[in-house]
């Protein structure tokens, strides 16, 4: 009989220098509900708000890989500017060939684009920095996001004074998941990636976050398959609260998810 991985807290113990110390997040999907603007894109668009939404979200993070991934990133663009350009394709693939030829969007594409700066935050995102602030443990945001669009968004879910940095990829001109975007958690924090535990309800960037060298919590909140190319995170869980369980204390954690 094969004998069963050791989990992340028995690695740590064996190898104290393996121990989480630090917890980043990612933001858009993770701590902040991208979904939420399907709310205003149905009444916008009734009868098209889910499609539009889900679409929106896919083509925002294909345009991600695409200017990372072409010409050496000399087709850059800030993560707003693709959130934008992600909305218009999506209003011209799923919203106007229902309406009349030349109908102006422009409107619309400002309420939704104004809703995105203000998503809303995942109920429990506020007692579990919390509770990890009261460890001591140092948080931060690790996003795809460009500064003004995490500071603005960390504000409106009123978290100010609860994450220790926010970090967003624009200054290096490289989206998730190109291996110098997971580099700045290390530098921000003065750890390791090993001793760091990055959280991600995205698979994609759970696993890369894995392949990098973090501690990984995958919260798979609607009980998704993980991605098949043969690695797992470190742990996966149904909630933000998950994360607790790296860090182990009768009154904050639970048993921990396998």
């Not at 992340?8 to 064996?14: G, H, M, N, P």
């Not at 663009?77 to 693709?82: C, D, K, M, R, T």
């Not at 996003?143 to 990829?169: C, E, F, P, Y």
Request: cysteine-free.
């Amino acid at each position: 009989m094969s004998k069963a991985r050791p989990t992340a807290a028995e690695r740590s113990r064996a190898n104290p220098a393996d121990a989480p110390r630090a917890v980043l997040f990612d933001a858009y999907g993770t701590l902040f509900d991208v979904y939420s603007v399907g709310l205003l894109a149905e009444q916008l668009f009734p009868g098209h708000g889910q499609g539009l939404s889900l679409l929106w979200r896919d083509k925002q993070i294909e345009y991600t890989r695409l200017v990372t991934t072409s010409n050496h990133g000399a087709h850059y663009q800030p993560f707003w500017a693709l959130t934008r350009a992600a909305l218009v394709y999506a209003l011209k693939r799923i919203v106007a060939p229902t309406q009349p030829a030349g109908t102006d969007f422009e409107p619309q594409i400002e309420r939704l684009m104004n809703q995105y700066r203000h998503l809303s935050a995942f109920p429990e995102i506020k007692s579990v920095l919390g509770a990890l602030k009261a460890q001591g443990i140092p948080t931060g945001i690790l996003s795809n996001g460009d500064a003004a669009m995490l500071n603005l968004a960390v504000k409106s879910a009123g978290l100010d004074g609860l994450l220790d940095h926010v970090i967003s990829v624009d200054p290096i001109r490289k989206y998730k998941t190109h291996p110098e975007a997971y580099a700045l958690g290390e530098q921000a924090t003065g750890l390791t990636a090993r001793q760091i535990v990055f959280v991600s309800s995205n698979a994609w960037d759970a696993l890369a976050a894995t392949w990098y060298g973090y501690q990984t919590l995958w919260v798979n909140r609607y009980q998704l398959p993980f991605e098949e190319l043969g690695t797992q995170p470190t742990r996966s869980g149904t909630s933000l609260r998950d994360v607790l369980t790296f860090f182990p204390s009768p009154s904050l954690s639970k048993s921990p998810t396998p």
